[in-house]
């Protein structure tokens, strides 16, 4: 499971239970069915009509994706890129077509098999964007249906909360306290199911998708600009160095904070030997014997 989700899950429940256990006297005060019933019933409802029937299941398949702990394969593709472009710099054509042969990335296997075919480096890359510019599209979409959903749930809690005030008001005059807390029940916790829902679990996975989707577009933009590379016959060391750009993580893009300490260190170092009593020179020289006197027989 992907840690980040865990962590949230756990946080998620232990969230609840506290409210559920700690700050209610009862904790089955906060199940009500109709109420949950009107939400998720209203929230599916309204999804199916927002949007096809193959779509909205594929919601099943998202919400795995986030659970699960997806790997991602930036760097390998990296290596492999440049063991191709190794290869391609020397011009050994039949051990780039063997070597494309093993490759998993299919974004990667059409690039280089267009560089084989010698199609114009503005063809190859005007096709790559605009496959680029799709899977940002399509996962944009799939991201967008679980903000949508995240609209939708509160709404039905608000309808929920009027359809338990209506009843309540059509109930006023018999005077029955239970009939009129269930009612008001049902009013109040619709509003706290479509919140609840809609801040905790859909926009979360929304947020999280489009995390993922900006993750793929590195690798796919760092493929693009290794076909460039290959293209215009560049040095492999030089593409090794301008990809590494696409997954190097800094902590500042001006700055290194951990250069500067360590040069700060190191010139404190220095400063303190200079100061030392010894003053860096080795001890001093040593001094002559027979406090300075003249040697025997150089008086004439």
Not at 99 to 112: D, H, I, Q, S
Not at 270 to 296: F, H, L, M, W
Request: proline share 4%; hydrophobic share 45%.
């Amino acid at each position: 499971m992907n840690p980040s989700t865990l962590v949230g899950i756990i946080g998620g429940l232990i969230l609840v239970g506290s409210v559920l256990f700690i700050a209610a006297e009862e904790a089955l005060v906060f199940l009500n069915f109709p109420g949950l019933a009107i939400v998720i019933g209203g929230t599916l409802a309204a999804t199916f009509l927002a949007y096809p029937m193959d779509e909205v299941l594929r919601v099943f398949r998202l919400v795995w994706i986030v659970i699960r702990n997806e790997r991602v394969y930036t760097r390998d593709d990296m290596e492999e890129l440049i063991r191709i472009s190794q290869l391609w710099f020397k011009g050994d054509v039949r051990a780039v077509e063997d070597a494309l042969e093993n490759v998993a990335n299919p974004f990667l296997r059409t690039g280089v098999q267009l560089l084989i075919d010698l199609t114009p480096e503005e063809d190859i890359l005007d096709l790559l964007q605009w496959r680029i510019q799709r899977l940002r599209a399509k996962e944009h979409a799939e991201a967008q249906i679980f903000r949508v959903m995240a609209s939708f749930a509160p709404a039905f809690g608000m309808i929920g909360t009027l359809v338990g005030l209506i009843n309540m008001m059509f109930i006023l005059d018999d005077g029955d306290i239970a009939q009129i807390g269930q009612q008001m029940g049902v009013a109040l916790l619709t509003t706290f199911y479509g919140i609840l829902l809609a801040n905790l679990v859909l926009k979360p996975i929304a947020v999280k998708l489009e995390r993922r989707t900006e993750q793929r577009l590195v690798t796919l933009n760092m493929i693009l600009q290794g076909i460039s590379l290959m293209c215009q016959k560049r040095n492999p060391t030089l593409m090794r160095e301008t990809l590494h750009s696409f997954i190097a993580q800094y902590k500042d893009e001006i700055r290194d904070p951990d250069l500067i300490q360590q040069l700060e260190e190191t010139s404190q170092r220095a400063a303190a030997a200079a100061n030392s009593p010894t003053g860096g020179q080795g001890g001093g020289r040593p001094e002559a014997r027979g406090g300075g006197d003249r040697p025997a027989g150089a008086e004439r």
